[in-house]
């Protein structure tokens, strides 16, 4: 995305400075924002920008056309979570251009969503604390801040909206096409993780069990399961809980093979399947996933969180189902679960 709107390197730099956003204070003030104000607010912010937008008869039709309000709440959340962090990195304008790009792609009109950008910066003013307001050189820093991220947000949108608008008049056919296969990858992927969703997991599952049973093949399947999740969720906000599921989620991919299928089958649990692949190789890509997993803390500001994860590995059997065969890897996940977390465990084999 960044290399298809000509921002390099250098591009980079020049935004950031065109917007006032050069000197070290302002990563601090980043880091400000999301632990004092996007933090602590989120569910009350996301509420009241949808809330604003309701008004706007464009915007409920188009939430019926493209999407559901969950999932947009998902995707603010995702926005909010990642907001005034690292915003000289390439992946930060990459997500920003993509949001403009995006907006263009499914018909939102561009003062649809200059409006909730401008509704977006008066509710994060609003949200500062008071402990804040009461110091009038913090206040007016963190004010000045928050006007010149959301500057950079919205010049970078309203850019790539503008681009893509020109390109689609000169290849429209094309970027139909493109369309259709987003939709179609929308579909199938958890927004969170990037990861299968768990009717697309399940949907492969089925073919590639079929597929053994007639090859008499093997494949095995495992559940995993980040250990304790609930507590960070309880200690540090579902923000920094998404974070770490997305991280986790990286890890899974970087410790199984090509090939390997991946899905978030529900909150904290995924499913991996692995086909032509017995229980006893399916062990190493179980143990190689899991030393990834806790290889590093994952951190989100200030806070560092330490993160395990169990895993169960059943393997197909001539009769099974996926019913059965996920009922046998779960029971082995908890008896992982049983046996102290943070480990693999393999089913009995009869």
């Known amino acids: 995305m960044c290399e298809r709107f000509g921002f390099d390197a250098n591009a980079i730099a020049r935004r950031v400075h065109l917007v006032g ?14 632990q004092l104000v996007i933090v602590p607010n989120a569910s009350v912010i996301i509420e009241d920008v949808l809330e604003s937008l309701k008004n706007i008869d464009q915007f409920e039709q188009i939430v019926l056309d493209n999407s559901d309000t969950d999932r947009l709440v998902g995707f603010q959340k995702r926005y909010l979570s990642g907001l005034g962090v690292d915003f000289i990195s390439p992946a930060y304008f990459e997500e920003r251009l993509r949001i403009g790009y995006v ?10 969503y200059q409006t909730s950008f401008r509704t977006l910066e008066y509710l994060l003013i609003h949200n500062i604390p008071a402990a804040i307001r009461s110091d009038p050189a913090a206040f007016d820093d963190l004010l000045k801040f928050i006007l010149k991220i959301m500057a950079l947000d919205m010049s970078l949108a309203v850019e790539s909206y503008c681009m893509t608008e020109m390109c689609g ?23 969170l993780t990037d990861l299968h969703n768990h009717a697309y997991s399940r949907h492969l599952l089925i073919q590639k069990l079929e597929y053994a049973q007639q090859n008499d093949a093997p494949l095995c399947v495992i559940m995993a399961d980040l250990d304790q999740f609930k507590k960070i969720n309880d200690e540090h ?20 093979r090509t090939g390997d ?9 995924f499913l991996f399947v692995l086909q032509d692949t017995d229980i006893d190789a399916a062990a190493i890509v179980a143990e190689r996933v899991r030393s ?7 951190q989100h500001g200030e806070a560092t969180i330490n993160v395990s994860l ?41």
């Open 21 to 34: 956003l050069t000197g070290t204070e302002n990563f601090g003030l980043g880091l400000k924002l999301q």
């Open 103 to 112: 907006h263009n792609k499914i018909g939102v009109p561009q003062s649809l």
């Open 169 to 191: 008049l000169e290849d429209s056919l094309q970027n139909e096409r493109g369309k259709t296969q987003r939709l179609r990858q929308l579909a199938i992927t958890d927004w």
């Open 237 to 256: 906000g579902h923000l920094v809980g998404d974070h770490v599921l997305r991280i986790a989620a990286a890890r899974m991919v970087s410790g199984a």
């Open 261 to 269: 299928e991946i899905g978030r089958y529900g909150g904290e649990e």
């Open 292 to 298: 990834r997993i806790n290889s590093d803390a994952i």
């Open 310 to 350: 169990s895993l169960g590995i059943a393997q197909a059997r001539s009769n099974d189902t996926v019913d059965t065969l996920i009922e046998r890897a779960d029971a082995t996940l908890y008896a992982a679960k049983l046996a102290g977390r943070d480990c693999v465990m393999l089913e009995r084999r009869s």
